[in-house]
Nanobody, 127 residues
């Protein structure tokens, strides 16, 4: 049974930083491209960033480029998202998920066919 658990969210002032973590079990973590997604109230879920299985390929939404950094530690089955220079518009519930297709595809945000979603971790940025 695949389980995904996100952590590290919280309340932070604009301009601050947070580091999100995501641990996954029940799957061979190291062979999957992984992604971070977020969903704000009354908005659709959007892809934030992804990293390919080797860790050498990444993709970012335009809205977070230069501020967020994705990384992975396969020995710990853990995915990270370092978020700097946070803005009020980053406020959302953040989720991670293994991708059903390649991270480096232009349509990587749609590669969520596995539907292995955790409970998410809430990020709230006060302005």
């Amino acid at each position: 049974q695949v389980q995904v658990m996100e952590s590290g969210g919280g309340l932070v002032q604009a301009g601050g930083s947070l580091r999100l973590s995501c641990t996954a079990s029940g799957l061979r973590f190291g062979v999957y491209d992984m992604g971070w997604f977020r969903q704000a109230p009354e908005k659709e879920r959007e892809g934030v960033s992804c990293i390919n299985w080797s860790g050498r390929g990444t993709n970012y939404a335009d809205s977070v480029k230069g501020r967020f950094t994705i990384s992975r530690d396969d020995a710990k089955n853990t995915l990270y998202l370092q978020m700097n220079s946070l803005k009020a518009e980053d406020t959302a519930m953040y989720y991670c998920a293994p991708l059903s297709g390649g991270c480096l595809r232009s349509d990587w945000t749609r590669m969520t066919d596995f539907a292995y979603w955790g409970q998410g971790t809430q990020v709230t940025v006060s302005s």
